[in-house]
């Protein structure tokens, strides 16, 4: 399912979003590293999200995370050949917010 990012920017969708990220991050045993998320501009979240990403690194505790959020190691890779001008960092953080959003779309557009 491909994900529009400009659902982040309907409230209710970006409520669920921050409710979803900080059950996965409380599940991995990673709270301390949560974005903010104060913004629900992608642009925003992909900055705290790297941010988030490299304190991770730090700790051993990004593998746990990606686990959590469901993003295999394939997908990852294939992220990363279609972006070779970003770093890793910065695929994983895009990875993470449409996985993110994309689970909260499903649970909405099936809870209805």
């Not at 209710?12 to 996965?24: I, M």
């Not at 301390?32 to 700790?59: A, R, T």
């Not at 990363?80 to 001008?85: G, W, Y």
Request: aromatic share 8%; with cysteine.
């Amino acid at each position: 399912m491909e994900i529009d990012i400009r659902d982040l920017e309907k409230p209710s969708l970006f409520d669920k979003f921050k409710v979803q990220t900080y059950k996965d991050y409380e599940l991995s045993g990673v709270l301390e590293y949560l974005p903010i998320m104060k913004s629900h501009h992608f642009y925003d979240l992909k900055h705290e999200f790297h941010q988030s990403i490299l304190k991770l690194e730090l700790s051993h505790a990004l593998k746990n995370l990606l686990y959590r959020i469901d993003l295999t190691e394939l997908q990852i890779k294939k992220a990363c050949a279609n972006s070779p001008e970003m770093h890793l960092q910065e695929v994983l953080a895009e990875l993470m917010i449409k996985r993110i959003l994309q689970k909260v779309v499903l649970k909405e557009l099936y809870s209805n």
